[in-house]
């Protein structure tokens, strides 16, 4: 009877145990099933970490590689090294948006390219500002003071002419001129006789005087792109600003240093005419101008290939594109002395006519 019953429970055990097997055989089967699937999942996440790093490294080092080329001095250089190997055999092409080429003492249109679309101007401006600070014969050698009215709160520029800052109105003029200082031209125009609103309005009177039919000014600095004109204007303009001799001097200047009351040293300015300082060309009237609205501007009288002419480059884009375009220019005539200039650059087998 006892051993019958050992065999019972013997047997009981048994069917536990051959029970218990598959339910632990399955656990175990997850349990490796779980610790394959996480290590996929570290392998898949380290793999798309390390795609992600060298994505970024690589995104990194194109931009590292971006910004070396970029400051290149020989990517810098690349626009004027285009520039210099134009020797004025092949058509004169400009990249300036306006542009107008006039010889002087003929009349006679060298290149045209959009001359009577009215634009803004920006510091062209201050050859009308000095005109008419010259026209009305004020004392050049009184000093003229800088003062609030002459802060520019329309773009924000800066200016070392501090509150405060007397100069002799010449000073004031030559800075305006060469410099292109917009305090000074501001402080030419607020000690005119009756103030900054009759300035202005002398500007545009001038204007009228000139035949400048498409020109208008409503500040004396070119600040604002409400002064606008045409390039055909332009050359009228050039051509009377040319008869002063003050600004015949005064944009031709490769620089200037004036004393500011206040101050124990000197103040030097520079010419932001390229040209003029690097003294290669005969240059007997200057202006540059910048805004956003009027893009870099450049006008010159400028003897070339031994003509006196006018040139007016509008709305150009990039700092180098005007000085391009204006080498350029004296390439192509100087190549072409010996036959006639055309506007398409076409030599037609004649003499230029010489100016006595």
Partial sequence: MVNLIFKKIVLFYMALALAAS?????????KSHKRVSTSQKKTVSKYRSASRYKAKSTRLRAKKVNVRLRSS?????????QQDSYDGSGVLQL???????????????IYAKNTNITAPIASITKLMTAMVMLDAKQPLDEVVYVNEEDIDYL???????????????????????????NRAASALAHSYPGGRYKFVKAMNAKAVELGLINTHFVDPTGLD??????AEDLVKMIHAAYQYPEIRLATTSPSHEVYVEGRNYPINFNNTNGLVRGGEWQIGLSKTGFINEAGRCLVMQATIAGEPMIVVLLD?????????????????????SVNKPTTTGDAESMAVDKVS
């Fill in 22 to 30: 598959p339910i632990e055989l399955l656990a175990a089967h997850k």
């Fill in 73 to 81: 001095p020989h990517l810098k250089n690349a626009f004027h090294l």
């Fill in 95 to 109: 990249a300036s948006g306006k542009a107008l080429v006039i010889n002087q003492a003929t009349g006679e249109t």
């Fill in 155 to 181: 773009k924000g520029t800066s200016s070392r002419l501090s509150i405060g800052a007397g100069l002799t109105r010449n000073d004031m003029l030559q800075l305006a001129l060469m410099a292109s200082e």
């Fill in 225 to 230: 792109s409400e002064n606008v004109s045409t």
């Fill in 316 to 336: 150009s884009n990039g700092k180098s594109t005007r000085i391009g375009d204006a080498n350029r220019i004296r390439k192509w005539m100087e190549y072409n």
